[in-house]
């Protein structure tokens, strides 16, 4: 939290956040200040998150070391820039269609 409130002074924006690992795997948490155990059941700690006023985010929903995530997330995921075919091989056919929001460039 310290970087957060010295962000401005960089200008920079801090957002206060955190990986926790869940019994599914993995789930970034933004807008939280409050520490969220590890190993709760995946529904559990996004319930956490959303009750400290933060969201949830799956940093990684292709890695098949981390599959566990992926039957809870309901929209299609957006591979990130980083994402590539030899590490992720449903990424480059997992993009979403139409309006929905992405967090890579075309």
Same mark, same amino acid.
């Given at each position: 939290?310290?970087?957060?409130?010295?962000?401005?002074?960089?200008?920079?924006?801090?957002?206060?956040?955190?990986?926790?690992?869940?019994?599914?795997?993995?789930?970034? $948490?933004?807008?939280?200040?409050?520490?969220?155990?590890?190993?709760?059941?995946?529904?559990?700690?996004?319930?956490?998150?959303?009750?400290?006023?933060?969201? $949830?985010?799956?940093?990684?929903?292709?890695?098949?070391?981390?599959?566990?995530?992926?039957?809870?997330?309901?929209?299609?995921?957006?591979?990130?820039?980083?994402?590539?075919?030899?590490?992720?091989?449903?990424?480059?056919? $997992?993009?979403?269609?139409?309006?929905?929001?992405?967090?890579?460039?075309?």
């Amino acid at each position: 939290l310290d970087a957060v409130e010295m962000a401005p002074d960089y200008g920079l924006v801090g957002i206060p956040g955190m990986e926790i690992t869940t019994a599914a795997g993995h789930v970034l $948490a933004l807008g939280v200040d409050e520490l969220i155990p590890a190993n709760l059941p995946f529904e559990e700690t996004l319930d956490r998150i959303h009750a400290g006023g933060g969201i $949830a985010v799956v940093p990684h929903p292709f890695q098949s070391s981390r599959h566990g995530v992926a039957p809870h997330i309901s929209p299609a995921p957006t591979p990130s820039k980083c994402t590539t075919p030899a590490s992720s091989p449903a990424a480059p056919t $997992a993009r979403p269609s139409g309006s929905l929001p992405s967090t890579t460039s075309p």
